[in-house]
């Protein structure tokens, strides 16, 4: 009986660690470093494609949503719904991404900024709007 219950929870350990497959075209927003007195505010959004197959992950050095503090990157989003990017200039890699859809609507992303705002990334947690 033992046995059956351990194999039973092995069985189930992997399927909580799974990432899940997003909802097409949703758009999905969180922010990094919100109130914070030693990093600036970056909000953060990741637009889904019709297709679920890509998405635009964007984000912005500070409060002021604006086109020139705007850094963006299309990912492809694997069938198992993790995803990745990596933003460069020549052979300078500026800034990373790389994150998981937990369900339809929601994700967790950790953003690796290197060359560009602040320097200081972290992990976010992205949910559907």
Request: net charge positive; hydrophobic share 50%; proline share 4%.
């Given at each position: 009986?033992?046995?059956?219950?351990?194999?039973?929870?092995?069985?189930?350990?992997?399927?909580?660690?799974?990432?899940?497959?997003?909802?097409?075209?949703?758009?999905?927003?969180?922010?990094?470093h919100?109130?914070?007195l030693?990093?600036?505010e970056?909000?953060?959004?990741?637009?889904?494609?019709?297709?679920?197959?890509?998405?635009?992950?964007?984000?912005?050095?500070?409060?002021?949503?604006?086109?020139?503090?705007?850094?963006?990157?299309?990912?492809?989003?694997?069938?198992?719904?993790?995803?990745?990017?990596?933003?460069?200039?020549?052979?300078?890699?500026?800034?990373?991404?790389?994150?998981?859809?937990?369900?339809?609507?929601?994700?967790?992303?950790?953003?690796?900024?290197?060359?560009?705002?602040?320097?200081?990334?972290?992990?976010?947690?992205?949910?559907?709007?």
């Open positions: 009986m033992l046995a059956a219950v351990v194999a039973v929870a092995m069985l189930a350990l992997p399927m909580l660690a799974s990432a899940a497959v997003p909802k097409k075209s949703l758009l999905l927003k969180g922010a990094l919100y109130g914070s030693t990093a600036l970056k909000p953060i959004s990741l637009k889904v494609a019709p297709n679920g197959k890509t998405a635009r992950f964007s984000w912005w050095c500070g409060r002021q949503q604006t086109i020139t503090n705007r850094n963006l990157i299309t990912v492809a989003i694997k069938p198992d719904g993790t995803f990745a990017g990596t933003s460069n200039v020549g052979s300078l890699t500026v800034w990373t991404v790389k994150g998981r859809f937990l369900t339809a609507t929601s994700a967790r992303a950790s953003l690796r900024i290197i060359a560009t705002c602040d320097a200081k990334g972290g992990l976010v947690n992205l949910k559907g709007s």
